[in-house]
């Protein structure tokens, strides 16, 4: 390669990113170079913002700038309905749907033998916490479609049997499909059609 | 959007990078974050560094850290050939071939009617320049064979005609095709195969 060191660097780094090979890397610094002044540098600038400010919510696990976030500090959404998710881009999915009002509760990944993931490594005891102390009149089960995500689902629903209404997405999820990539109606169809376990 | 604003402004901005879309820039910065010390942070590091540092060389319009790229600067590339291509990412192409030994001239783009690019808007000047200074044996224009890559490889062609042999990539470059796209062998194919015009 005949690009300066930092380049190569930044080009393999970029590359390793989720959807982005070295062809599209490539293309990616070399349009940032091009546009140092409006890409590049805001950027990296925004970049070292959000590095700094970012955390995760002490209540719900969502991502957001303060200990916090904003839909836990939303006391509109205070309905008595926790979504729980399997991680923040399920979270963004449910929000770009609009359709639920309520709280969410991000679990960062699901129950997994081969993975060797219990329900400690999850944010599943913190649930049940929420569900003793706060007014929650039900749960959503908003889990993928999977295997692993069916099986923290049943785990879920075993520890907080007759505590509080439990539901789960029902219609429209396809067998397999993961809510990243379902569309805006889809989920909310789902949603709406949520069935009581 | 549940995100912060910084989040969701950062999500925007790699949107617009080239071959990433609203789902793969929500991926990316998700697992950017994830990744904060691995991933977010030493990126926006690299990021200001590449910013502060990048250059266009003087001489041949090459991307990197100084005044005189690395190829420029180069004594063992001082073959006589210069090899004349559309922008950085064509010339990054060829590098990657491994087969060309000699040194570039990135025009900066094609001379397009439509769009009002003349020869003064590319390096044409500085080419021509180049080759009445330098000891320069062979011209090699490795243009795409779009019709405007073509326009410009003739128009440059007439420039320097009876003042230096003038080749152009030959076999293996399909009609319309772009060098960036193709694969080391056909790029090395085309390069042994040159042609005299
Ligand atoms: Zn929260
Ligand atoms: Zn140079």
Redesign the interface.
Known sequence: ????G??E??IE??A?????GP??A???V????RK?EL?????????????A??RDCVECG????STI???CANEKRATGEICVVE???D??AL??SGVFRGR?HVLGGTLSALDAVGPDELRIPKLIQRVQDEAVSEVILALNATVDGQTTAHYIADQLEGRVRLTSLAQGVPIGGEL?YLDDGTITAALRARKDL
């Open positions: 390669m005949s690009s300066s930092d380049i660097a930044l780094m970029m390793r990113l989720p959807g982005l062809r599209s490539r293309r990616a070399l349009q940032m170079i140092k890409m590049l540098i805001p950027l990296a600038d925004l970049m070292h913002h959000v590095g400010s970012v969502n991502i957001g700038s976030c904003d839909i991680d923040v881009a979270l963004w929000e770009r969410y990243d």
